[in-house]
């Protein structure tokens, strides 16, 4: 079956969790025997590749569509900013349209409530449920965690205190502000794959490169901060708990969901929760209990088995 994704950005060139979410369901498609092409929109400038057998191929505007319609896939995949692309080019060539929710509160769920995709792919049990209660429940629906493989992500953890992407909403003012008041302890902000990115010059905090290899970051990471002003899951907090670090987060209803017990919550705006949840952390007894319930929390997720789901139920649209 031919199988072609479009989208804005994918990986290796942003590894934001929609990308490496995306690329983990067409890695799985291909494993699977089918062809597996990527078209995507916004990386002018880069070449195309190919990523773990997936062809991805960079087109922007009518060049996007005209390969779309040259490669004449089975069903067409999107996400985010492509789904009215994806949903004008599939209705032309007769493919089956697939979108890819990663939240509820989008352009995308809007376009998905109002074009009626043959599939729709939840990224959480939550974003599912707020869809249902503004719209039509869609034709044919399922949720799929955002796949995450431990081996991306194993390591000793190392001694500094993290934040992944240092934009305002994923809380980089939340980051600063506890480096300010905790100047005993060294602090690491990670440059992330998009938003603008907020870099301030402190003597206890080191910033790291934006990298395909979250090892790099992980090895230096002994707590991971998660003060966003919106997650729909949180897989970096899953990502982190693969090796024992434990994640200090903002209640969104996605970390609730992906986090669950093994969770320590601090609202965003009570810098004080998040000192005294950080100074609670850095108590190796109180770590090593955070440690066990976050690497236990990361393996419960069955990752294996809802990448055999997601793969039957596109094989299902050909038939």
Known sequence: MRIV??????????????????????????????DVRVVVTQEAGERDSVVDGVKVLRRSGHAADAMVTYLQPHVVVTHHAEVHRAQRVSSRIGARLVHLLHSNATNAARATALQ????????????????HAEHAAPRLSMVLHPPIDPARHEVTPGSKITLVNLSAAKGAGVFYDLARALPEVNFLGVIGGYDDQIVEDLP???????????????????????????????????????????????????????????????HRALLSDWIDAVQRLLNDDEWQIASQRARARAHSFDTEGGLRAWVTAVEALAQ
């Open 204 to 266: 206890n905090v080191e910033i790291h490169p934006h990298t395909p290899d979250p090892r790099e970051f992980w090895a230096k990471t002994r707590i991971l901060l998660v003060p966003s002003a919106h997650e729909s899951f949180g897989m970096v907090a899953i990502e982190a708990g693969c090796s024992g670090i434990p994640a200090i987060a903002h209640p969104t209803p996605g970390l609730l969901e992906s986090l669950g017990d093994a969770g320590t919550f601090a």
């Open 5 to 34: 994704a479009v989208v804005h950005f994918y990986v290796p060139v942003h590894m934001a969790g929609s990308e490496t979410m995306l690329h983990a369901m067409l890695t799985a498609l291909v494993r699977a025997g089918h």
């Open 116 to 131: 009626h995709p043959d599939l729709v792919v939840f990224n959480s049990h939550w974003v599912r449920d707020a869809f």
